[in-house]
């Protein structure tokens, strides 16, 4: 039974991270109807500017105490501010001119961008890993027989506290309910007085940030990156956008955690399991999808953001 | 109204993924490079011989001094002088595609020697599962084949090997100087219960290479004695070992043995362990994992693991003594452990067409004739001992050697001949 409450700890944690970055994929498809592919890049480019940034503050190991906080707070939103602004220039860059062409043109755009990501991304480092420093010491408790560490907590708490702080962000203020009003119907909100252009480019920054931030986590809790890092990543966190119900912010985290957690435990529980997760991962997708086409959470909600 | 709208998204979304899925894997951005290793001699025929490995990516740390000890060879032998009226150039191609081996790149860049006339003999690949995609295309051509490294017993031997070999079922186009996996994997067998573990829980990558080293250890570990807990295989892609590592812990295992490369989990997997409470377990690898990219994504982890190699120690070995300086001094840095396995294969290559030229009067060869040469190699000095091919085109100098890293380097532990 330690076991199998382990593997939910490990589920959650790796569920973390899709989370995080879920919750891009689904708010940019909520607004615009657009597949960001660029988006699990921007999440490998949130763990290299984390890494320069820590490089730049003079951090090659682990911190404590206040040096602790003040460093990773300070990378956290660094790494969110420049991950941000990333998505807002892509925006303007590659889809902003193609909001009114075909569907297939913005996704056209969306793989090139990806590339060119990818490979910024490979001339900076080269092509190989990189390590990352571990700043946050990493006890681990004991509960009753699961082990618990410092990052593990620290991926949840952080994916839970940010999809807390998108929902009343989306809810409570003014600009979330403009972001509400242009995913649905851009027409009619435009007609209302808002300005379409900055609500599209804030939930590009907003999701954008987001990658950052699980970039920023990633590269904590592994301990190691590279280029090409984002192209499973942003599979597993589109799916699980889909599974939970894409444009649905709620549905994207559960979505994340869900995948986390059957990977872990489909590990855990077929013979041979590793080698099946993503059998068993893409399954479920199917049979959710074929008895809610809409995802999870797709219909309750049908607000999409 | 809106169901149905988004259902058909959601058709056209999976149909994108499936595209993406392909480009992003197949789509590439290598940089191929072919690079004349030799000014050549004005009016001379050139003859080329391809070398193919990965030289970009996680894999450029094994793959650039294996393709370094290939070109050394070749300009060696165009310094000391080819025949008269001959230039021998390298012409040389990386195979990995997104900084990982990649066995369509390697089948095209066999391609592109084969229909270079110039191209006589090809050195590589470094990856059993790219040679896997290219013999099938140098047994169609006639051009001769070593490899300096790739492992996997199928290559050469059995049922495996005789599919290969599609155009020309009787000619075997693809040799090599390293000794194969089966051997390898009863060498690492063998040293585990040397060490005294008894109790094994197995992880590949469910590669050519990796499960065919995993598969041979299976066998040889519980033949010696011990018992194997289990046996996982892990997904491409995959950055997350903690669940897995959480399942062999709870079977308190001695040792996990991994097969498989750095690139495909064996970095993250040794360094996930500490994570999940195996800091102290031992973990035991094939040559893999002997790269520098190892330490780069394990840290401090990689101090203790254990690795086996498919090549003697070079520098254990007083025959290679010339060899290693010369290295140094070309390339200003030390040899890598398949550096002195590819320039010896390069030098079986380059004697065989030589011998071809000569006996063909000056002109220049034919490919089958250069095969024919290389087939018939027997006791050819080398720095890694004299070398013979023998029916199925192994050597028959199979020598191996364990090694453990201590402070982020491989240090020799034992040195393992398997000749029977």
């Known amino acids: 039974m330690d076991v199998f409450f382990q593997q939910i700890v490990n589920g959650l944690s790796l569920g973390g991270i899709y989370a995080l970055i879920a919750l891009g994929y689904t708010m940019v498809y909520g607004i615009i109807e657009l597949i960001n592919f660029a988006h699990g890049d921007v999440y490998t ?83 190989s890993p990189i390590s990352f420093p571990e700043v946050i010491p990493n006890p681990a408790w004991a509960l009753g027989g699961v082990e618990v560490s410092a990052k593990q907590i620290a991926v949840i708490g952080l994916a839970i506290v940010m999809m807390a702080a998108l929902q009343l962000f989306i809810y409570k203020t003014k600009m979330g309910k403009a972001m509400r009003a242009t995913a649905q119907d851009r027409d009619a909100a435009q007609l209302m007085g808002i300005d379409i252009n900055t609500t599209i480019a804030v939930t590009f920054l907003i999701g954008s940030a987001l990658a950052g931030a699980a970039g920023f986590v990633s590269g904590v809790y592994y301990g190691t990156t590279w280029f090409f890092n984002g192209f499973e990543a942003g599979l597993k966190a589109f799916t699980a956008a889909v599974l939970g119900g894409i444009g649905n912010v709620a549905g994207a985290m559960l979505g994340g955690f869900l995948i986390g957690l059957i990977e872990a435990i489909a590990t855990q529980y077929i013979p041979g399991g590793a080698q099946w997760t993503n059998v068993v991962v893409f399954s479920v997708l199917v049979l959710v999808l074929i008895f809610r086409p809409s995802g999870l959470l797709g219909e309750s909600l049908p607000e999409k953001v | 109204m809106q169901t149905i709208a988004a259902t058909s998204r959601l058709a056209a979304l999976a149909a994108l993924v499936g595209l993406v899925g392909c480009s992003g894997t197949t789509t590439t951005t290598t940089s191929q490079s072919s690079s004349g290793s030799a000014s050549a001699v004005a009016g001379a025929t050139v003859i080329k011989i391809g070398i193919d490995m990965p030289v970009s990516g996680a894999d450029a740390s094994t793959g650039i001094p294996t393709r370094n000890g290939a070109v050394q060879a070749i300009e060696e032998a ?61 047994n169609d051509a006639g051009l001769a084949q070593i490899s300096a490294s790739a492992t996997n017993p199928g290559l050469t031997k059995g049922p495996d090997a005789a599919s290969l070999r599609t155009s020309h079922p009787d000619v075997n186009s693809f040799f090599r100087v390293c000794t ?88 993250l997997l040794r360094k996930q362990m500490r994570d999940a409470g195996m800091a102290a377990t031992a973990y035991l690898g094939g040559d893999g994992i002997s790269d520098a990219e190892f330490e780069t994504v394990a840290g401090d982890a990689a101090n203790g693991v254990y690795y086996t190699v498919a090549a003697p120690e070079t520098s254990k070995l007083p025959s290679a003594a010339g060899f290693v300086a010369a290295y140094k001094k070309r390339w200003s840095t030390d ?35 250069v095969l024919k040469n290389v087939a018939a190699t027997n006791g050819f000095p080398s720095p890694i001992g004299p070398i013979g091919f023998d029916k199925n085109g192994d050597t028959t100098n199979p020598i191996l050697t364990v090694y453990k890293i201590a402070n982020g380097k491989g240090v020799f532990v034992d040195q393992i001949n398997l000749k029977s």
Not at chain 1, 58 to 73: I, K, N, Q, T
Not at chain 2, 108 to 123: E, G, K, W
Not at chain 2, 237 to 263: E, M, R
């Open chain 2, 335 to 369: 040899v890598g452990p398949y550096s002195a396995n590819a320039y010896a294969a390069a030098n079986i290559e380059i004697a065989a067409i030589e011998k071809a030229i000569v006996a063909g009067g000056a002109k220049t060869p034919a490919r089958a004739d």
């Open chain 2, 180 to 267: 194969t996996d089966d051997r390898q994997g009863a060498a690492g067998a063998q040293f585990a219960r040397k060490l005294g573990l008894k109790k094994a829980f197995i992880v590949d990558d469910n590669e050519t290479y990796g499960k065919g080293l995993a598969d041979v250890f299976d066998a040889q570990f519980r033949s010696l004695g011990g018992t194997v807990l289990g046996h996982e295989h892990l997904t491409k892609g995959q950055t997350d070992y903690k669940a897995l590592l959480t399942k062999a812990n709870a079977l308190g295992p001695d040792v996990i043995f991994y097969g498989g490369t750095t690139a495909t989990g064996g970095g």
């Open chain 1, 45 to 127: 480019l949130g763990t290299f500017f984390s890494l320069a940034i820590l490089t730049g503050l003079g951090v090659s190991g682990e911190m404590h105490g206040l040096p602790l906080v003040g460093v990773v707070l300070v990378t956290l939103i660094a790494a969110m501010l420049l991950c941000g602004l990333t998505g807002v220039l892509i925006e303007r860059l590659a889809y902003r001119r193609l909001r009114n062409a075909p569907r297939l043109a913005p996704l056209i755009t969306a793989i090139g961008m990806s590339f060119i990501l990818e490979n910024v991304m490979q001339l900076w480092h080269g092509p």
């Open chain 2, 78 to 138: 165009d310094r000391k002088g080819a025949p008269a009226g001959f230039t021998f150039v390298a012409y040389d191609l990386d195979d990995a595609v997104q900084g990982v081996h990649d066995p369509a790149q390697g089948a095209q860049n066999t391609r592109a020697f084969v229909s270079d006339d110039a191209v006589l003999a090809m050195i590589g690949p470094f990856n059993s599962s790219v040679a896997r995609a290219e013999i099938p295309i140098t």
